[in-house]
């Protein structure tokens, strides 16, 4: 009964506070709350319905209504309003903080009815549907009173028709220009497949699309050397004068404008004919100055004129090299764009302009002069960083020192040195500790103890020995070296690893990005207590013992990444896979040489350690849906492989794959779901839950409480599983015919606290699918008969709860 009595009290009190802040009753006389708005599309088949939501965004209709209802939290209720409500009954300072957070009550105005009815036609049109028509009504829900007097109740529905009708298509697009020189380059514009032109024979007429192309146009002629072309050159001429809903359109190239003075002395403008402009001069200036020069501060560099040149800062080839222009080209405006782009890459500038005009000396003339004006930042820098880290679903807190240095040895080459400690909480099966005093420690809130340092020098190209590869600009390559060392006190066990790392990186445009690794080695080293060493052998688990040993990992590394995520509130997708692989090399190699082997042992060793072998492939392809300002949906689909092979038959611990912590199944402890369905029996329980596949799959729900507090609830689908059978762990083994019976399902809710510079990230899961249940008792509502008869105790229902820093995706 006690138990009860809290949730009974909640609800008792809940119920009191929404009925005590009724918005309804703070309405005067003849107001109305504006309780739902509707677009009814009378569109009499299936067809039709299709071919109008394919040309036509319903969410920007929805976008012209100028009165919509106020939000409702999870679409259920009007939260908001309730607590903006509870505000406005009394003026102090917490309610005016309520009513902050709140939002006031959406007042039916029946003129603003009337002009998005007005407006939703207006845009119909626009969007080529002219003989669409519309309408608009309020529905007034009526009650009876006690004396059977009908009245209005303070309720308003708003009801839009709209009857689009058969739209109008392009029938022919053309061409006209007061100058015929221009023929080419139009011909040239209407066949070219990537920049071209973007309305097509038998597209539907939009006059919104017409403004697009007028700024397509204009760019496309800047990038073919009409350095002062631009938008107010273009005209469209539209005929829908046709039979068959059917429109021609003109797209007319008007000729430009200069001054001219009259005989009379008068000032008018004159036709112009547009020409094509040629780079004359670059000038690079290191300073603000570029027209106060020394003769000793200019330096004639290839194409270049660097003025205000100070050498010792910076050598003239690493900026020329990040310069797209050069003397006589053909004026580009793509190429002055990825110039500013690979400055601003270096990372050595704090200031970077480019300004391109007209020859001073021959203003009829068809020269320009680029003058690149750049500012060095500051070339050291020190940093103290404290975060919150979460790795693998474990939480902690980590302190970092960073010394930068912009301009190592003038050529935009980054150096960075840091160090770093920290501690981690550790997630555990408890349940596995025999030793009361370790069951303590895995119980500190920080059981982990992590240090180390690292040292990186990225350069602004790609690099192999002795040469220089020369990849296109354009690319914005470079190559990264580093050298880092990490040691971790883990109670059990302590761990060092160093890793010695060659990287390169680069762009292809603002959607795609690189990294090849191809030399990424580490060694790693583990000191275990003799309690742990005991635990281990007694699983009988070649997997976890091995997992456990000293190994080198020398391996090459492949990532590709996509995003096609762009500013504002747009649906975007992100994709990132990689592939990697070790010890192939090194096990060819040594199978070639005749490499000695250690006695009785079928494995080769590198500086007296066994080196890892394996193959390693995983993809991440999430979609972020926008729902409305205030919400959105994420969609999330994970998987991977990882193949050990001959010179070590596991994957390295830290190489496999996981089920559980905070960005991955939440309902479960880091590690301790899986692999397959391994029955839930005590004895089967080991150290930890590994495996060599994994399959996840996640949607999350997330949405805005007040400002600078978020909710989401979210449903999490995966596990592990092994490649091939295992006697010591039944099931566990990947199997396509029952793998999909295996797979667990997580639900949950959660909180994220945004504080700007980070996001602090609390999930409380529950597990509706336990796959290391029976088949027949896996969802949570089927009885637990067969678990309880293996482990003689009743199944734990519990909510697992996550801390973690950030989104888990």
Not at 11 to 39: D, H, M, R, W
Not at 100 to 129: A, H, W
Not at 375 to 398: A, C, D, H, I, Q
Request: proline content about 3%.
């Amino acid at each position: 009964m006690k138990k009860l009595l809290n949730p009974i009290l909640t609800l008792i009190f809940t119920g009191f506070f929404l009925a005590s802040c009724n918005p309804y009753k703070q309405l005067a006389e003849g107001q109305y709350l504006l309780e739902k708005v509707e677009v009814d599309y009378k569109l009499p088949s299936k067809i039709q319905k299709a071919e109008f939501y394919k040309k036509v965004s319903t969410d920007d209709i929805s976008d012209i209504i100028k009165q919509k209802p106020n939000n409702k939290l999870l679409g259920l209720f009007k939260f908001h309003l309730r607590v903006y409500s509870y505000g406005s009954k009394k003026d102090n300072k917490f309610r005016n903080w309520l009513k902050r957070i709140g939002e006031p009550p959406v007042i039916l105005d029946t003129n603003l009815v009337g002009k998005s009815s007005n407006q939703m036609l207006l845009f119909l049109k626009k969007k080529g549907y002219f003989e669409a028509k519309g309408s608009d009504s309020i529905d007034y829900k009526i009650k009876t009173n006690w004396n059977g007097k009908k009245i209005k109740k303070k309720k308003a529905f708003v009801y839009y028709s709209l009857t689009p009708k058969k739209s109008w298509e392009v029938k022919n697009v053309n061409f006209g220009m007061d100058d015929d020189n221009l023929k080419p380059i139009i011909a040239q514009y209407s066949k070219d497949k990537d920049d071209g032109i973007s309305i097509k024979r038998g597209s539907n007429y939009d006059e919104y699309k017409l403004a697009s192309e007028r700024e397509r146009i204009s760019r496309y002629m800047k990038n073919n050397g009409y350095f002062d072309f631009n938008r107010e050159y273009i005209e469209f001429e539209v005929d829908t004068h046709l039979n068959k809903h059917r429109a021609n359109y003109l797209i007319y190239y008007k000729n430009g404008y200069k001054k001219h003075q009259t005989a009379e002395g008068e000032d008018t403008l004159v036709s112009k004919k547009h020409k094509k402009y040629y780079i004359k001069q670059i000038i690079i200036s290191m300073g603000d100055n570029a027209n106060s020069i020394a003769a000793d501060d200019t330096l004639k560099f290839k194409d270049y004129d660097f003025v205000n040149y100070q050498g010792n800062v910076i050598r003239p080839k690493v900026i020329a090299r990040s310069v797209f222009l050069q003397k006589g080209d053909l004026y580009q405006l793509n190429k002055i764009e990825y110039t500013y782009s690979r400055l601003t890459a270096l990372g050595v500038f704090g200031v970077i302009n480019i300004d391109v005009s007209k020859d001073p000396n021959n203003l009829s003339g068809t020269d320009l002069i680029v003058v690149i004006t750049l500012n060095m930042s500051p070339k050291y820098s020190v940093s103290f960083e404290t975060e919150g880290t979460n790795r693998g679903g474990n939480l902690g807190v980590n302190s970092r020192v960073n010394f930068t240095n912009k301009n190592t040895f003038k050529g935009a080459e980054s150096l960075n040195i840091g160090v770093f400690g920290g501690l981690e909480a550790q997630q555990t099966n408890n349940d596995l500790f025999e030793d009361q005093t370790e069951q303590i420690n895995e119980a500190l809130p920080f059981n982990t103890i992590e240090y180390g340092a690292d040292v990186t020098i990225k350069v602004p190209d790609l690099l192999i020995p002795k040469r220089k590869i020369g990849a296109p600009k354009y690319l914005s390559p470079s190559t990264e070296i580093g050298v880092a060392y990490n040691y971790q006190y883990r109670g059990s066990y302590d761990r060092d690893v160093l890793n010695l790392a060659y990287r390169y990186k680069w762009f292809l445009g603002r959607k795609h990005g690189f990294i090849l690794s191809p030399i990424d080695i580490s060694f790693v080293r583990l000191e275990k207590d003799s309690a742990f060493e005991n635990r281990l052998q007694a699983t009988g688990n070649s997997l976890l013992i091995n997992s456990y040993q000293d190994h080198l990992i020398a391996s090459t590394k492949f990532q590709y990444t996509f995003t096609n995520q762009e500013s504002g509130d747009k649906n975007y997708v992100f994709f990132r896979s990689n592939i990697e692989s070790a010890g192939n090399l090194l096990h060819e190699f040594d199978k070639l040489i005749g490499s000695p082997q250690k006695a009785n042992e079928d494995f080769y060793t590198k500086f007296g350690i066994r080196y890892a072998q394996y193959i390693k492939v995983d993809g991440d392809l999430r979609y972020h849906s926008i729902l409305t300002k205030n919400s959105d949906l994420v969609y999330r689909i994970y998987g991977g492989l990882g193949l050990p092979l001959t010179n070590l038959n596991v994957l390295p611990f830290e190489k496999s794959f996981f089920g559980g912590g905070a960005n991955t199944n939440r309902a479960w402890v880091a590690r301790t779901l899986g692999p397959g369905g391994l029955p839930a029996i005590d004895s089967l329980n080991t150290i930890d839950r590994i495996g060599e596949i994994s399959i996840e799959a996640n949607l999350e729900y997330r949405f805005d409480i007040v400002d600078g507090l978020e909710g989401a609830f979210f449903t999490d689908v995966g596990n592990v599983w092994l490649r091939e059978k295992d006697p010591l762990r039944p099931n566990a083994e990947f199997n396509i015919s029952r793998f999909y019976k295996e797979l667990a399902v997580g639900v949950g809710a959660g909180l994220r606290i945004d504080l700007d510079f980070f996001i602090i990230r609390g999930d409380f899961a529950f597990k509706a699918r336990d796959p290391s249940l029976a088949e027949s008792e896996r969802w949570f509502w089927e009885a637990k008969d067969v678990y309880e008869s293996w482990n003689g105790r009743r199944y734990k229902y519990g909510v697992n709860f996550n801390l973690g820093i950030g989104y888990p995706f």
